[in-house]
């Protein structure tokens, strides 16, 4: 069966983020700034959204010039870990839509691949329908909005994403490959960088279909031996490289929806165990310990809240997971009237096991909240 991958790219995200946050910003040109230490006089553009970049204005442009074009534009502060914050609620979502648990692959803040081959069967219409709830998901509990491309491999999912945006889908089937890429200009091919394009151009290479049809010798001679079979294979649409887990991350969470808006706290306390169930499988995986619980609630406005606690030992057990949770959902249920949405658990502070579980298992002091 050929694979079917989803890329998913949000939208203008830090200024997405600020523009929901601040209704007042709403069709306003609205910049996000990463400030030096010389303060509003230095720094850059960290990302804006398209009001601005209709003005000129575009990631990594000095601030100050970015003012210059746009005086009346809105300009504010990085707040990096409010996004990250958003970004996990966002992979929570993207993750619970992947065939299983490994087919999943964060490739950054706001971008993530998925492998739904077995969820579709196959199917590029049913993958378009399952593309379309994914954008429609994460509009409802987060929104902001997200392009999502589709296709048979990760370079085609990939470039699909970026094809139509901002909230767009894309759907490239195997059959429609060679035309999709095929008019491109080479710079659009994921991977080629200014000095490669240079180079090409040089050779007269003007397309990504110029590139496909060039001698894989040509461009080995060129550009060495494993660059130019890439280039070669990539201009053909071919791409074999797996969705795979970064399992650099320091932290396993996850996330689910209740079957509806409740507070009940039986309903909530299923959905718990289930979740603490998937949590811990994947700790024992990879053989770690964890010495921090969060746990996530969105309510039926989707607003979101987070309470953690760090545990007096690093510890692997489902017991104490499972009752450090249900307490938080307690405290949140006495905290608040809303029903709950959507409800997540997350380990952090791995380390790795060294065996001796039951010697460790306290639990318990310095509970913090935000
Ligand atoms: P991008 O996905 O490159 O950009 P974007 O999401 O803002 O816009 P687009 O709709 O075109 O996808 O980057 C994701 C975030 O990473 C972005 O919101 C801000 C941050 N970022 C920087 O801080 N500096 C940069 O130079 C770039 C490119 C991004
Ligand atoms: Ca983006």
Redesign the pocket.
Request: charged share 30%; hydrophobic share 35%; aromatic share 6%.
């Given at each position: 069966m050929e694979r079917v991958i989803v890329h998913v790219?949000?939208?203008?995200?830090?200024?997405a983020i600020e523009e929901r946050e601040d209704p007042s910003l709403k069709g306003k040109a609205v910049v996000?700034c990463?400030y030096s230490n010389r303060g509003e006089e230095g720094g850059a553009v960290?990302?804006c959204n398209y009001v601005a970049r209709d003005a000129g204005i575009h990631?990594?442009m000095p601030c100050r010039k970015a003012r210059s074009i746009k005086p009346d534009a809105v300009f504010l502060p990085?707040r990096k870990e409010f996004y990250e914050e958003v970004s996990e609620s966002v992979m929570e979502i993207l993750h619970s839509s992947a065939d299983k648990e490994e087919a999943f692959e964060k490739v950054?803040?706001?971008?993530a691949f998925l492998e739904i081959t077995e969820t579709c069967d196959g199917d590029f219409d049913k993958a378009q329908k399952l593309g379309m709830e994914i954008k429609g998901e994460v509009k409802k509990s987060e929104r902001i909005t997200c392009?999502v491309g589709i296709g048979p491999n990760k370079l085609i999912a990939k470039m699909a994403s970026s094809f139509n945006?901002?909230d767009g889908i894309t759907v490239i089937r195997p059959e429609n490959v060679q035309e999709f890429l095929g008019a491109m200009p080479i710079k659009k091919l994921w991977g080629i960088g200014r000095v490669t394009e240079e180079k090409l151009t040089e050779m007269g290479i003007v397309t990504i279909a110029d590139l496909a049809d060039r001698d894989v010798m040509e461009l080995i001679d060129a550009f060495g031996k494993n660059r130019g079979t890439w280039l070669k294979q990539s201009a053909s649409g071919i791409d074999e490289s797996p969705v795979k887990e970064r399992t650099s991350s320091d932290q396993i969470g996850r996330m689910a929806s209740l079957k509806h808006d409740t507070r009940d706290e039986k309903m909530i306390s299923e959905l718990m165990d289930e979740l603490v169930d998937s949590v811990m499988s994947k700790a024992v995986a990879r053989n770690v310990v964890f010495g921090t619980v969060t746990t996530t609630v969105i309510f039926s406005n989707f607003k979101t809240s987070t309470k953690s606690k760090t545990l007096t030992h690093a510890v692997s057990d489902k017991d104490i997971l499972n009752r450090n949770a249900m307490e938080m959902m307690q405290q949140f249920l006495r905290e608040s009237t809303l029903n709950f949405r959507r409800i997540g658990i997350r380990i952090g502070n791995l380390q790795e096991r060294t065996g001796q579980k039951s010697l460790f298992d306290f639990y318990g002091v310095n509970a913090c909240q935000h």
């Amino acid at each position: 069966m050929e694979r079917v991958i989803v890329h998913v790219d949000m939208d203008y995200f830090y200024a997405a983020i600020e523009e929901r946050e601040d209704p007042s910003l709403k069709g306003k040109a609205v910049v996000v700034c990463m400030y030096s230490n010389r303060g509003e006089e230095g720094g850059a553009v960290s990302t804006c959204n398209y009001v601005a970049r209709d003005a000129g204005i575009h990631s990594a442009m000095p601030c100050r010039k970015a003012r210059s074009i746009k005086p009346d534009a809105v300009f504010l502060p990085v707040r990096k870990e409010f996004y990250e914050e958003v970004s996990e609620s966002v992979m929570e979502i993207l993750h619970s839509s992947a065939d299983k648990e490994e087919a999943f692959e964060k490739v950054s803040i706001d971008e993530a691949f998925l492998e739904i081959t077995e969820t579709c069967d196959g199917d590029f219409d049913k993958a378009q329908k399952l593309g379309m709830e994914i954008k429609g998901e994460v509009k409802k509990s987060e929104r902001i909005t997200c392009s999502v491309g589709i296709g048979p491999n990760k370079l085609i999912a990939k470039m699909a994403s970026s094809f139509n945006k901002p909230d767009g889908i894309t759907v490239i089937r195997p059959e429609n490959v060679q035309e999709f890429l095929g008019a491109m200009p080479i710079k659009k091919l994921w991977g080629i960088g200014r000095v490669t394009e240079e180079k090409l151009t040089e050779m007269g290479i003007v397309t990504i279909a110029d590139l496909a049809d060039r001698d894989v010798m040509e461009l080995i001679d060129a550009f060495g031996k494993n660059r130019g079979t890439w280039l070669k294979q990539s201009a053909s649409g071919i791409d074999e490289s797996p969705v795979k887990e970064r399992t650099s991350s320091d932290q396993i969470g996850r996330m689910a929806s209740l079957k509806h808006d409740t507070r009940d706290e039986k309903m909530i306390s299923e959905l718990m165990d289930e979740l603490v169930d998937s949590v811990m499988s994947k700790a024992v995986a990879r053989n770690v310990v964890f010495g921090t619980v969060t746990t996530t609630v969105i309510f039926s406005n989707f607003k979101t809240s987070t309470k953690s606690k760090t545990l007096t030992h690093a510890v692997s057990d489902k017991d104490i997971l499972n009752r450090n949770a249900m307490e938080m959902m307690q405290q949140f249920l006495r905290e608040s009237t809303l029903n709950f949405r959507r409800i997540g658990i997350r380990i952090g502070n791995l380390q790795e096991r060294t065996g001796q579980k039951s010697l460790f298992d306290f639990y318990g002091v310095n509970a913090c909240q935000h």
